[in-house]
């Protein structure tokens, strides 16, 4: 195994699997059964429609969906999806939709919604520096608002909703680019559920789209037609030459969660285990490291946080590349150091940081005893 993949904790794209990276690099030469390259079969072969809907299939199963869902594979990212969910939803609307701004990425969908309609900011955590998400009492959904938006993942600030926000009689709308088959997430709650590929589940270029047949019949007829998610329906997610590539790392993924791992149940399992082991490693150091959220918000997919000053941040940043590890800085919008541990990353890769944590905390305790420790944080010479 390549080890600077295995220890690669990039915030996205994020580290796949490596029995993926592997059958990809096959497929690249030559597709197992095809005999052509992956980059070079055409998106109207038999092999392709294959592609697609075993694809599809997988991600009925992983989610348990029912039959009036679509599972569309699109482009443009998630970012385009800041903009399709309200030209479908809102367009004309004399009330509100009901976005959350729980931090950076939250941020951007909010401004695209509001050119398409009106839009009621239920809950920002500007004021707290997007450390916490809020409570179920400090949120009051209108039964009227044409939908409710909000991001399951905060991927930048590393704060995570470990519920289901909303309320029944209004569709929510959801961006789960970065927990999306990380574990089960009552898919049927949702009304439309969006997630790129590239933190959680293959490479850039292709994103989820789950969408229940109910809400598409009110879209507008107007729409570009490349926008207008029916195109895609009627289209088998196949209207324009889409990205086999990363629709076919996307099914190796899927493949690799159902055979490999076992189902999203299992997943959660592990994923649970590797952020416990990074939070309790935050937790026991006596704040020489500083969890960015608040515990009961705490991201499993990312651990965001802070060294006692910006230089500590830089040391740590700079001996952990170092020592063979990659992608630890910060989103460039907050910095800090956060460690992204999608479903590719393993248990065993997250022990090595836990470890080079903890004896990046004795050296450096030891060097501020020392003497040498020039930065004089109080916080950490009296914990010694
Ligand atoms: C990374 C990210 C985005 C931006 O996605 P693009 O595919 O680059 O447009 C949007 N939402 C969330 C939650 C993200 O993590």
């Known amino acids: 195994m390549n080890p600077r993949n295995a220890l690669n904790f990039s915030g996205g794209p994020g580290a796949l ?27 109207r072969s038999e092999w392709f429609a294959a592609v697609v809907k075993e694809l599809e299939t997988n991600i009925r199963s992983l989610l348990g969906l029912a039959a009036d869902y679509q599972v569309l594979f699109l482009q443009g990212g998630a970012t385009q999806q800041f903009s399709m969910v309200p030209m479908t939803l809102l367009r004309g609307s004399a009330h509100p939709a009901e976005y959350l701004h729980s931090g950076y990425w939250s941020g951007k969908a909010i401004p695209d ?10 809950w920002s955590g500007a004021a707290n520096g997007f450390s916490r998400l809020p409570d179920d009492d400090e949120l009051g959904f209108s039964p009227q608002a044409p939908y409710i938006h909000y991001i399951s ?6 704060l995570q909703f470990h519920r289901v926000l909303g309320r029944d009689d209004v569709p929510r709308v959801c961006d789960m680019s970065s927990d999306f088959l990380s574990q089960p997430c009552e898919a049927e709650r949702f009304a439309l559920i969006y997630a790129h ?10 994103t989820v789209v789950v ?23 009627q289209a088998h997610s196949n209207y324009n030459t889409p990205p086999v590539l990363a629709i076919y790392v996307v099914l190796l993924v899927t493949r690799w969660l159902i055979e490999e791992i076992g189902g999203l149940e299992r997943m959660a399992r592990i994923n649970r285990s590797k952020a416990d082991l990074l939070y309790s490693v935050l937790d ?7 969890a960015r959220a608040a515990t009961q918000d705490r991201s499993v997919m990312n651990v965001a946080f802070n060294l006692a000053t910006p230089e500590l941040d830089k040391r740590f940043l700079a001996e952990s590349l170092a020592a063979g590890f990659s992608g630890l800085g910060g989103h460039r919008a907050i910095g800090g150091i956060r460690a992204s541990i999608y479903n590719g990353l393993t248990l065993a890769a997250v022990e090595q940081l836990a470890g080079f944590m903890e004896d990046f905390q004795r050296r450096q305790t030891r060097s501020a005893l020392a003497g ?11 914990h010694i």
């Open 17 to 43: 699997p490596e029995c993926v990276l592997e059958q990809l690099q096959q497929s690249i030469i030559e597709v197992p059964g095809v005999g052509l390259s992956l980059l070079g079969i055409s998106h």
């Open 113 to 122: 919604a509001r050119r398409e309609g009106p839009v009621r900011v239920l």
């Open 153 to 158: 993942n905060e991927t930048v600030e590393g």
């Open 197 to 206: 590929a590239q933190k959680n589940i293959g490479p850039a270029g292709v």
């Open 211 to 233: 969408v229940r047949d109910e809400l598409l019949k009110k879209a507008p007829d107007n729409l570009p037609p490349f926008l207008d998610y029916r195109t895609h329906v």
């Open 284 to 290: 026991a150091s006596d704040r020489f490291y500083r």
């Open 372 to 382: 040498d420790f020039r930065s004089a944080d109080k916080t950490l010479a009296c």
